[in-house]
């Protein structure tokens, strides 16, 4: 349901020629803070594009973490979802 999500809301890929025009459509991008000497240390992202595709990308990311973190019960390679 997830890559169905991404998928749906990229659309047509070849109308990236950038990768950052990707980045920035999904809103992902950080925003720069500046003025005068003072540059922040912390910046958040942009949120100006698809709130859905920033959320499909959390929620895969989040699935991500949650299956890494499952107990090993041995050495053995498991393959991931």
Request: hydrophobic share 40%; no cysteine; glycine share 6%.
């Amino acid at each position: 349901k997830i890559a169905a999500t991404i998928i749906s809301e990229i659309g047509e890929i070849d109308r990236f020629n950038d990768a950052k025009k990707l980045v920035a459509f999904a809103g992902v991008d950080p925003s720069v803070f500046s003025s005068g000497k003072f540059t922040a240390s912390v910046n958040r992202i942009t949120k100006r594009g698809s709130s859905r595709l920033r959320h499909a990308l959390y929620m895969a990311v989040q699935s991500g973490i949650r299956d890494a973190r499952k107990k090993k019960t041995t050495d053995k390679i498991i393959a991931r979802n």
